[in-house]
């Protein structure tokens, strides 16, 4: 595709669902970031995928966030009981190489509400 | 201390006047620099990169490094409503995988 899409945009879940977000990255691309982004707040950064190689997870608030991407496009954030304090909208973005100059560009996000 | 740090503003310009967003950034051999624009209830897109010390230019955009400083600046001239946004700015630091580091961001606001 032209871009980055995620999938759903909205999701609404009660306190102690399971929820799981999509990310298509743009095609060719090698690099995958998953940040969280808080109302009035910069995205903070999860994890980062090189192809299908999960290489920094430091950013993942606690166990009950896991992401993958089996073969190295599309990647899934899933998060498990989830909690209030996850509300957040959920960016995914993409770069063409490995290298630390690269430009990342952005999803439309998914906007994650938990009542 | 935060890595990147933003004043939140709001900032307010007339149209047509110079708008100037500040960025300073705590880990000395960051190396790669970024500034987003973000429209409410948006993704980020990119307005420019500069990994170099001194100005670059881009239509109305210049985007200022000052490494010894830790200081990197974005000016609009000729500021429109339509650039009313959160300006974001990242950092990438080498040997943590690439990831940004993003500042809280500046709400840009221009008055017709």
Known sequence: ?115 | QKEVEQNSGPLSVPEGAIASLNCTYSDRVSQSFFWYRQYSGKSPELIMSIYSNGDKEDGRFTAQLNKASQYVSLLIRDSQPSDSATYLCAVIKPNTGNQFYFGTGTSLTVIP
């Not at chain 1, 690099?31 to 190689?53: D, I, M, R, V």
């Open chain 1, 1 to 115: 595709g032209a871009g980055v899409s995620q999938s759903p945009r909205y999701k609404v879940a009660k306190r102690g669902q399971d929820v799981a977000l999509r990310c298509d990255p743009i095609s060719g691309h090698v690099s995958l970031f998953w940040y969280q982004q808080a109302l009035g707040q910069g995205p903070e950064f999860l994890t980062y995928f090189q192809n299908e190689a999960q290489l920094d997870k430091s950013g993942l608030p606690s166990d009950r966030f896991f992401a993958e991407r089996p073969e190295g496009s599309v990647s899934t954030l899933k998060i498990q009981r989830t909690q209030q304090e996850d509300s957040a909208v959920y960016l995914c973005a993409s770069s063409l190489f490995r290298g630390g100059t690269d430009t990342q560009y952005f999803g439309p996000g998914t906007r994650l509400t938990v009542l």
